[in-house]
T-cell receptor
Framework: DAKTTQPTSMDCAEGRAANLPCNHS???????VYWYRQIHSQGPQYIIH???NNETNEMASLIITEDRKSSTLILPHATLRDTAVYYC???????????FGRGTSLIVHP | DTGVSQNPRHKITKRGQNVTFRCDPI?????LYWYRQTLGQGPEFLTY????????KSRLLSDRFSAERPKGSFSTLEIQRTEQGDSAMYLC??????????FGPGTRLTVL
């Protein structure tokens, strides 16, 4: 079973920030939070990951709460091409097996 | 393109036939994963290699499924005596220890 809980769907207006939440209350100390997205009929695409500090890259920002029980992926200026299913997973690389849930279907509308 | 590649992208077969899929990982990545994904679900882990060693297999991987990674480079996933329930997208991903997985485009299998 997935160790994360995400809303089934969200929508966002083009140009606005999209904030996607994820709960991972049972996260272990050595587990990272990873975010992927999957555009219809393509393989998942890595977005960002973090352990306990906030992270930012060219695609998104990741905000992890101090207790590490939840996180938020922020797409600062959503575009129509950001419409996808977004997966949040927790994973310690040495444990080999990341478990994906159903993710959040984000629809960006004009 | 130096990403993960998978072949074929689509495969249609008749029930009972054998099929084989190939995955070419990013060249310096020592870990390779196989997943299966059905409509509306997230990817489900099937098996994992570190270099040429197959270190983990899911209970989803029945005896009809076999995976190899000779010489720790490309990998193949074979399904024998296919069933209609095998219809799915089969995804391959590769990684190093310290980063996330990079997925290929997948092979969509349809069993008639």
């Amino acid at each position: 079973d997935a160790k994360t809980t995400q809303p089934t769907s969200m929508d966002c207006a083009e140009g606005r920030a999209a904030n996607l939440p994820c709960n991972h209350s049972t996260i272990s100390g050595n587990e990272y939070v990873y975010w992927y997205r999957q555009i219809h009929s393509q393989g998942p695409q890595y977005i960002i990951h973090g352990l306990k500090n906030n992270e930012t890259n060219e695609m998104a920002s990741l905000i992890i709460t101090e207790d590490r029980k939840s996180s938020t992926l922020i797409l600062p200026h959503a575009t129509l091409r950001d419409t996808a299913v977004y997966y949040c997973i927790v994973w310690a690389p040495l444990s080999y097996i990341p478990t994906f849930g159903r993710g959040t279907s984000l629809i960006v509308h004009p | 393109d130096t990403g993960v590649s998978q072949n074929p992208r689509h495969k249609i077969t008749k029930r009972g036939q054998n099929v084989t899929f190939r995955c070419d990982p990013i060249s310096e990545h020592n870990r390779l994963y196989w997943y299966r994904q059905t409509l509306g679900q997230g990817p489900e882990f099937l098996t994992y290699f570190q270099n040429e060693a197959q270190l983990e297999k899911s209970r989803l991987l029945s005896d009809r499924f076999s995976a190899e990674r000779p010489k720790g480079s490309f990998s193949t996933l074979e399904i024998q005596r296919t069933e209609q329930g095998d219809s799915a997208m089969y995804l391959c991903a590769s990684s190093l220890v310290s980063n996330g997985q990079f997925f290929g485009p997948g092979t969509r299998l349809t069993v008639l």
